[in-house]
């Protein structure tokens, strides 16, 4: 089944920086002179009720070894959980792209199972977590970090993390997009403050503008494709290179179904993932 399998693309930098593609594990070195260079260990993970992604990266030649799940799962905290232990690593934040509509964020479960995780949302997302924030922040574990992009459209509160630039940091660089950009498509813009005007600005401001090898990784994908690059979605994707005004009309015409887990969804993620307790902010 799809959905107990971890799923990553195995990438490896030559000084050439060739990057070939499997189903498994990752550790990615970068090319710097330093013997003690930091590596990214990374897992693409997959929950298949909600179609959702779900992302572990840890800085593994830290000692800590400290890492980050983007997007996590609610059904699928114990084997993330489980993971991050078979792997020796210190879980140090739990992060959300965004007030997901179609599942329950795993965020407030993993709190309670592992004490001093540290929950992060986009201070514009209205929700409760441990740590807000704000466009031009960097999340740092270990050596490497990550930089915060806001792209709403989506929802209000939607922002993308990505890779670090340096060449102590990975190469080519990823983006973690949330719903703001899916591959060959986007996320819907009719509830939750959502705006087609805006999220073609963010796409077109903040994703299409970094270089065009960069790896692109959604939260959600319906067709199994697992990841793509900036270059192939400005070429390809049938809705974010029209121009605005038609982008703007194929999105007011997708007649999509309400999401059937909104109601209880949103509420939840709201206050972290827990219907009845709310996470306490540091």
Same mark, same amino acid.
Do not use: W
């Given at each position: 089944?799809?959905?107990? *399998?971890?799923?990553?693309?195995?990438?490896? *930098?030559?000084?050439?920086?060739?990057?070939?593609?499997?189903? !498994?594990?990752?550790?990615?070195?970068?090319?710097?002179s330093s013997s003690s260079s930091p590596k990214l260990l990374f897992r693409q993970l997959f929950e298949k009720e909600s179609?959702?992604?779900?992302?572990?990266?840890?800085?593994?030649?830290?000692?800590?070894?400290?890492?980050?799940?983007?997007?996590?799962?609610?059904?699928?905290?114990?084997?993330? +959980? !489980? +993971?991050?232990? #078979?792997?020796?690593?210190?879980?140090?934040?739990?992060?959300?792209?965004?007030?997901?509509?179609?599942?329950?964020?795993?965020?407030?479960?993993?709190?309670?199972?592992?004490?001093?995780?540290?929950?992060?949302?986009?201070?514009?997302?209205?929700?409760?977590?441990?740590?807000?924030?704000?466009?031009?922040?960097?999340? *740092?574990?270990?050596?490497?970090?990550? #930089?915060?992009?806001?792209?709403?459209?989506?929802t209000l509160g939607c922002v993308t993390y990505v890779t670090g630039e340096g060449l102590d940091q990975p190469q080519p660089?990823?983006?973690?997009?949330?719903?703001?950009?899916?591959? !060959?498509?986007?996320?819907?813009?009719? *509830?939750?403050?959502?705006?087609? #005007?805006?999220?073609?600005?963010?796409?077109?401001?903040?994703?299409?503008?970094?270089?065009?090898?960069?790896? +692109?990784?959604?939260?959600?994908?319906?067709?199994?494709?697992?990841?793509?690059?900036?270059?192939?979605?400005?070429?390809?994707?049938?809705?974010?290179?029209?121009? #605005?005004?038609?982008?703007?009309?194929?999105?007011?015409?997708?007649?999509?179904?309400?999401?059937?887990?909104?109601?209880?969804?949103?509420?939840?993620?709201?206050?972290?993932?827990?219907?009845?307790?709310?996470?306490?902010?540091?």
């Amino acid at each position: 089944m799809i959905g107990s *399998f971890s799923f990553a693309c195995f990438i490896c *930098f030559s000084p050439k920086q060739t990057i070939s593609f499997a189903l !498994r594990s990752t550790m990615v070195s970068f090319p710097t002179s330093s013997s003690s260079s930091p590596k990214l260990l990374f897992r693409q993970l997959f929950e298949k009720e909600s179609s959702t992604y779900t992302y572990l990266l840890a800085d593994f030649s830290h000692p800590d070894k400290p890492a980050l799940l983007i997007d996590p799962v609610d059904k699928t905290v114990d084997r993330d +959980l !489980r +993971l991050v232990k #078979e792997l020796g690593l210190k879980l140090i934040y739990a992060m959300n792209t965004h007030v997901h509509a179609d599942h329950i964020t795993g965020t407030g479960l993993i709190k309670g199972k592992a004490p001093g995780v540290k929950s992060v949302i986009s201070k514009a997302s209205g929700s409760k977590a441990d740590v807000f924030v704000e466009p031009g922040d960097k999340i *740092f574990f270990g050596n490497l970090f990550l #930089e915060v992009r806001a792209t709403p459209g989506h929802t209000l509160g939607c922002v993308t993390y990505v890779t670090g630039e340096g060449l102590d940091q990975p190469q080519p660089r990823m983006a973690f997009t949330g719903d703001a950009l899916l591959i !060959r498509g986007c996320g819907r813009t009719d *509830f939750q403050g959502g705006s087609s #005007e805006q999220l073609y600005k963010s796409v077109h401001s903040q994703i299409f503008t970094l270089p065009k090898d960069t790896l +692109l990784y959604p939260a959600h994908d319906y067709k199994g494709f697992a990841v793509t690059t900036v270059a192939e979605e400005m070429l390809y994707n049938p809705r974010l290179t029209k121009d #605005e005004e038609t982008f703007k009309s194929i999105m007011e015409n997708l007649n999509l179904p309400k999401p059937k887990m909104i109601d209880v969804a949103v509420p939840a993620n709201r206050v972290c993932g827990l219907q009845d307790l709310e996470c306490k902010a540091s």
